[in-house]
């Protein structure tokens, strides 16, 4: 029956913006469906969370942390995850992610539908699968089920990978079939299933178990239970390819046994350095070892048909799967012609023998699995918020689980007390796990540094780093220490503890203060250096002396010239070469007038006397006299008479 025509979520409207249109698939964790975003009219995948998880705070919060450190996650061969929303006005409730649609075919189709791949096939499919886990691994995110139910292969050749990081939030609570089980547990790492340990080899081992898959078209493990796959994982080496298809390199041999090793410190750190080596593989191969055909020595157990979980719509068969991605059908190889007979066989144990020896270990591995899956290997993680850090540690040790202590701000939690805990409270753990606690360092509350004798830009970048504003009430000070333009202090001071965020006002330096500047002019040159040097200023002697009234060796001029200066500052002497001598010119006879002219040009001043006031007085005397030496304005004094 197609439970399809009684799905309730089928022309519905989620969160009043995606249309639920058509059922895509269907998983042990979620349901998939097309849908539409009327928002921005464009096709989208919607994964709706099954009801009993819906119901589950616990479970809705982690899927939901989940999906926002997925959605942070930027890579072309990732499916994007758009939206994250809930729906809870109808029933049953919705809790649903709206993804990029990738319409097309995963992996696992083109497996089932086309069996083992050509090397460039294999290496065409993998590397981009390998690009967006290396992506993830440095951006410290593990996706935890790397299988080729998540490998999307769209219409137009691209390689995509689906369901990033959502398999962390799947619990003992999943209700899945052992055929889903089967499907998942193939690509185990070891340390997955005896400690739920995940780190990037992790997804490196289910690539590596990929890789040996698209080589040969068969699983490395397979058995009719779970138990029994997962007790190969944990027992057997997985088989280099070559042994079932001859003719694969014996470097990806090399490759998929490292990157399938049962120790995860002998595979390849992360996706990035498994991409890496097979990339330098490809380079090494010929044309024709890309290209061959492989052919298989023998036929794998059968593998039971998973369902489908991808975000694509269901095939209608697989005619249009595009050229680049596939290798052409495979001839089925003639039957071996029948082993001749030899010498009789000697007898056998009884029939029953063998099968009741195999079902009590199925029987015992079964077991197994469910005593841990139910309560063997797993606890409660006790609750231990607002418990002193030394308090909660011994409650979680005592727990058997190892504990991991952070250090964070809190405005509410007093310093020293746990403010939150990783697994949450409640929360199913391992028992040998390691859990993290946060605990209180209060509140939040860093210190002014000391930003004396910065620059205004090295002050601001320190504030800054502290967690600290830039007041906007910066102001100058006077300062003998601190250059101009250097920061004397802060205010409030260096060493308060103020709020996140808070103003901080800068004080910067105006230079020292103005102090009395000596007159020096007229003075000796050591006595005015003296008396400078005394007043704290340096002192500099211009080399080019000058004319002055002022003695020859005297001071003649001094800048800056005022009543005071910054303290520390450079006076430039000038010192004088005392009066400049000329030439008196001789201007017996003339009128004053002319006699006035002549001698004022020369740089001089003029006194007359007139001591006849009558007729026409013309100089009759001059002093100094006529073609002598004298100061260059200095006075000359005139006698006239008729």
Request: neutral net charge.
């Amino acid at each position: 029956m197609d439970t399809s025509l009684h799905d309730s979520l089928l022309g519905r409207t989620l969160d009043g913006r995606y249309r639920v249109e058509q059922r895509v698939a269907s998983g042990g964790m979620a349901t998939v469906y097309r849908g539409l975003d009327l928002r921005l009219d464009r096709v989208v995948a919607l994964k709706v969370m099954h009801p009993q998880f819906a119901a589950d705070p616990e479970f809705v919060e982690r899927f939901i942390r989940e999906a926002k450190a997925v959605a942070r996650l930027s890579h072309p061969n990732v499916v994007n995850v758009f939206d994250q929303g809930e729906d809870r006005t109808a029933e049953p409730p919705a809790v649903f992610l709206a993804m990029e649609y990738v319409p097309g075919w995963t992996l696992r189709d083109l497996l089932r539908e086309r069996g083992a791949l050509s090397v460039r096939t294999t290496l065409d499919i993998l590397e981009p699968v390998l690009a967006a886990l290396g992506a993830a691994h440095r951006a410290g995110l593990v996706h935890r089920d790397v299988k080729p139910e998540n490998v999307l292969l769209t219409e137009d050749g691209r390689v995509k990978v689906a369901d990033f990081g959502l398999v962390r939030a799947v619990d003992a609570h999943t209700a899945a079939t052992t055929q889903q089980v089967l499907g998942t547990v193939s690509y185990l790492a070891p340390e997955q299933i005896e400690r739920g340990a995940a780190d990037p080899r992790t997804d490196v081992y289910a690539a590596g178990v990929v890789l040996y898959e698209m080589l040969t078209g068969a699983k490395p493990y397979t058995g009719e239970s779970p138990a029994q796959v997962i007790y190969r994982h944990l027992s057997e080496d997985v088989p280099p390819p070559s042994r079932l298809v001859p003719g694969v390199p014996h470097q990806l041999d090399a490759i998929t046994q490292a990157a399938t090793s049962r120790d995860p410190r002998h595979r390849p750190q992360d996706a990035v350095d498994l991409l890496a080596v097979l990339q330098q593989a490809r380079r090494e191969l010929t044309p024709a070892q890309l290209d061959a055909v492989p052919q298989r020595t023998g036929v794998p157990a059968a593998v039971p048909a998973v369902e489908r979980t991808s975000v694509m719509p269901p095939l209608e068969g697989l005619t249009a799967l595009p050229p680049d991605l596939v290798m052409p059908r495979r001839e089925q190889p003639e039957p071996a012609p029948p082993a001749p007979r030899g010498p009789a066989a000697p007898a056998r144990r009884p029939r029953w023998a063998l099968p009741l020896g195999a079902l009590v270990l199925v029987v015992a591995l079964v077991a197994g699995l469910t005593w841990a899956l139910n309560g063997g290997l797993y606890t409660r993680m006790p609750s231990v918020l607002n418990l002193p850090s030394a308090r909660a540690v011994a409650q979680l040790q005592q727990a058997g689980l190892s504990v991991n202590t952070r250090q964070d701000f809190s405005e509410t939690v007093a310093a020293g007390l746990v403010i939150s805990s990783d697994p949450q409270p409640g929360a199913r753990v391992r028992k040998d796990a390691t859990v993290s606690i946060d605990v209180s360092r209060g509140p939040n509350r860093p210190a002014v540094p000391d930003v004396s004798g910065k620059t205004v830009a090295e002050a601001t970048a320190a504030l800054r780093a502290a967690g600290l504003a830039v007041g906007s009430s910066s102001q100058q000070q006077a300062s003998d220490s601190v250059p101009a333009g250097r920061v004397v202090g802060t205010d409030p001071p260096a060493g308060r503890r103020l709020s996140p965020n808070s103003p901080v006002n800068l004080i910067v330096s105006s230079g020292s203060q103005p102090v009395d500047l000596p007159d020096v002019v007229g003075e000796p040159v050591d006595q005015a250096t003296s008396d400078l040097q005394d007043a704290g200023f340096n002192v500099r002697l211009d080399p080019n002396q000058v004319y002055s009234d002022q003695d020859a060796g005297t001071i003649a001029a001094q800048s800056p010239n005022g009543s005071s200066a910054q303290r520390g500052a450079t006076v430039t002497l000038t010192v004088s070469k005392g009066q400049e001598q000329v030439q008196v010119p001789d201007v017996g006879g003339m009128t004053e007038k002319q006699a006035r002219r002549t001698l004022e040009r020369a740089g001089f001043k003029v006194r007359a006397i007139t001591v006849i006031p009558l007729g026409k007085p013309t100089v009759h005397n001059q002093s100094p006299g006529a073609d002598s030496q004298a100061a260059k304005g200095s006075t000359v004094t005139l006698w006239l008479y008729p």
